[in-house]
């Protein structure tokens, strides 16, 4: 049961490291958009860990995540009460743990066989419906992974992902309102800040 929670967690973090933007392909469909960028960021972390990977690899990320609407859907009620100032560092600190979780995280799931089931429209946008299984343990169950997905200036860009009903921005926006609530927004970055200081 741990290792399962492992590779939803691992699982949640691919997703959010599976796509890079280039007005070039703007206009792939969201599906091939995830899928081919899934590939890219698969064979970056086979790679030795360096410098000019690590560039790459936050390359990667940057472009196919808005963490500005990442950010925004986290906080809530909450981002409007920030000053302009604070947004920038609240997205900035996001931003660097969203990293630092992927690097960690999608090594535990390299060997785990995506397909892709096709993409329908969302509420907001499209949705990418995808499944991940184990190829070393065809016993166990299939892990389902639906990326919601926006078009902006730049092409898509992933707002959420739900893995096994999970949402990412639902877990996020119940942590971060609970510190917020009790402590306060300073103590809620502070305490971010710490996990990407002890690489948390």
Do not use: C
């Amino acid at each position: 049961m741990l290792a399962r929670i492992r590779v939803l967690a691992s699982l949640g973090a691919l997703i959010l490291a599976t796509a890079v933007a280039s007005p070039a392909l703007a206009a792939e469909s969201a599906q091939d958009f995830v899928q081919s960028r899934q590939n890219q960021v698969s064979q970056l972390v086979r790679q030795a860990p360096g410098n000019q990977r690590d560039k790459q690899v936050a390359a990667v990320l940057d472009g196919m995540i808005d963490y500005d609407e990442l950010a925004k859907r986290s906080l809530a009620a909450h981002w409007a009460a920030l000053s302009d100032a604070q947004h920038k560092e609240f997205t900035d600190v996001l931003r660097s743990l969203v990293r630092r979780n992927y690097e960690r995280n999608i090594r535990n799931i390299l060997d785990y066989r995506v397909d892709y089931l096709g993409e329908e429209s969302g509420s907001e946008g499209v949705v990418v419906r995808s499944r991940a299984s184990s190829s070393s343990n065809a016993r166990e169950e299939p892990i389902s992974i639906d990326y919601h997905l926006m078009k902006t200036n730049s092409g898509w860009r992933v707002v959420d992902v739900v893995t096994e009903g999970s949402s990412l921005v639902g877990n996020y926006k119940n942590q971060f309102h609970r510190v917020i609530q009790k402590d306060g927004y300073d103590v809620l970055v502070r305490r971010m800040k710490d996990k990407l200081a002890k690489g948390a």
